[in-house]
DNA sequence: TTGTACGCGTTATCAA
DNA sequence: TTGATAACGCGTACAA
């Protein structure tokens, strides 16, 4: 492996010089530069990128800390994050902690050391320990879809109040006057959000919400499928189901099919986060769409900012769109 | 940011002493490692990962090349080499090229500089100058799910050839004589092994296998959407279906909901690879399932005993499995 | 068991 | 415009 100094001498010039020509800087010659170019291919010089992060005290290494990877959501967030990292030439780590705080907080322990240049993160830890370790993070750090308690860093999300508000109405103005909701954890922003949005359109409705309608602390399809089937115990049975996140949706799809009830005839449903199959699912499945890879771009663009030394940044907020399928539908009058 | 001299100085050791004691080094006494860890501790120290890098000549950092993260198939890959690398203290740095080859080349040579201490990749790329980059990776390299003409590294794989025949002699087995094959590149060996199962199942079936049946060349959705759309003006139409992979049968599933044709009954539909919606399509989609969490973890293990300097490691073959569903009938008899 | 001192391969500073 | 050289922070012979 030829080392830099190896180039110099080749080349004839100085270290310095050939870290200057090769990273095209306006104070070398044109013929120099020439030179070192020659001198570096001939010998299949590559600079290190160990001693360059050492060097500069900062690696060219932007983290990525998920949830789940395998969830579509964030692997979009992934790709997003990625393209716009590499434009300016930064690559990505990612880490996915499967819904597993412990690991999380291990995960984030182990990132201390400087091996990111900046960490984008979307969490699923809430105790003191984990926020201190985010917290304690090297380098700009900037919150993906929603914000742990005191942690102050931008964020990039959609406007789940809003959208989740909107969506709802629609399904008061259908007809139904019994909607619930599968909801995540109750200290995840969104949750709250996004159950804010739900409260306010009963509220526009003129309509009481009964607290069974309402089931928190739900996550993933296991989450999904459990919450559905307390839901379908219900009597009277909710006309419509409005669905945490796509993989809540999974489960709870799972528990009406295998309680053979139709959709939409027996019952509504509505998912938060789009998927590509969605429209194929029988019957077509409606969703509240966000902007995945679009909100992954934001992230790096964010770290990169501040990396290049910007401070002060705002959230970014991205628009979702609500999609209609035929999930939705009028209650059937019986 | 504490360094290791101000834990030495703290500690009253010197800065071998503290890299002995954090690395819990048996030849260091006990109450040393507790002045160390004491003093590490109260100054936040943390071995700075580029200086380790640097020093070790390797760094911690395993690299995952995939044509798509979006695509579920490699995501449950990147999970599963990520967890096998946690195992071992590594981490993973995903690079995705949307199917571009161009863009594969670009990210594989840029990580030539030693970022990463070994590559698993799927790649896309099969021109000559894009193999050469892939074969002057530093570091151990392993092959998941298909090996580039010219590669030599262990690769992990499924056997392709076996599970397809299987597959399709059940549905010659059910009555079907006109089965069609929506295939991927000629130049992926995967795509190669996949056909040549299909064709030893007609030979098997003592039945010809027109050309016309076995489309070439398709990727992703956009690929399955236009290659269902061309076997939908055959006349007589096939009655079965084989698409080469997850995104392929999702853009042939829309081909085929537009065309108003119905599955089973004017078609029937086999995919390679399952996705976790399957069971919940219009109808349910029969699968050729692939172990992708494990062939990502065999394939971090593999790079991980390279690193530990074993040598000769041979290819890691896992098993395939069929699963039934409801997009799989005998062909209507008009 | 612990300390000293050098090397790892760049980049950055300062002088020429 | 270019060169000499000092960091960067850790790992590790080698010495004690």
């Given at each position: ?8 001498k ?51 290494l ?67 320990g ?30 789940n109040r ?22 995540g ?23 009481a ?126």
């Amino acid at each position: 492996m030829a080392g830099i100094r190896d180039v110099a001498k080749l080349a004839g010039v100085s270290t310095a010089t050939v870290t200057r020509a090769l990273r095209d800087e306006a104070s070398v010659t044109a013929a120099t530069k020439a030179k070192v170019r020659a001198a570096a291919l001939r010998l299949d010089y590559v600079p290190s990128a160990a001693a360059r992060a050492l060097s500069r005290g900062r690696s060219n290494l932007l983290g990525l800390f998920v949830p789940d990877i395998t969830n579509p959501f964030y692997a979009q967030v992934a790709q997003g994050l990625e393209d716009r990292a590499a434009e300016a030439r930064y690559h990505c780590v990612i880490a996915s902690s499967h819904l597993n705080p412990e690991r999380e907080r291990h995960l984030l322990t182990s990132f201390q050391d400087g091996t990111l240049a900046g960490l984008a993160a979307t969490t699923v830890g809430t105790d003191e320990g984990f926020t201190t370790a985010l917290g304690a993070t090297r380098g700009p750090l900037v919150l993906v879809d929603r914000r742990p308690r005191g942690i102050k860093a931008p964020l990039v999300r959609t406007d789940n109040r809003k959208v989740t508000r909107g969506a709802i109405s629609q399904l008061f103005e259908m007809g139904h006057t019994r909607i619930a909701m599968i909801s995540g954890p109750r200290d995840f922003d969104t949750a709250c959000q996004r159950l804010s949005g739900f409260r306010l359109a009963y509220k526009a409705a003129g309509t009481a919400l009964p607290d069974e309608l309402i089931r928190h602390g739900h996550l993933g399809e296991a989450g999904g499928y459990k919450a559905m089937n307390e839901l379908l115990e219900l009597d009277p049975r909710p006309t419509a189901v409005f669905c945490f996140n796509n993989l809540v949706t999974v489960g709870a799809l799972k528990a009406i099919r295998e309680a053979r009830l139709r959709i939409p005839t027996d019952i509504s449903i509505l998912a938060f986060d789009d998927m590509n199959l969605f429209p194929l699912v029988d019957p077509p499945i409606s969703a509240i769409d966000q902007p995945a890879y679009e909100m992954g771009r934001a992230a790096a663009d964010l770290l990169l900012r501040q990396l290049d030394g910007e401070r002060g940044l705002g959230d970014v907020v991205l628009p979702a769109t609500m999609i209609m399928r035929e999930s939705l539908a009028p209650p059937s009058t019986r």
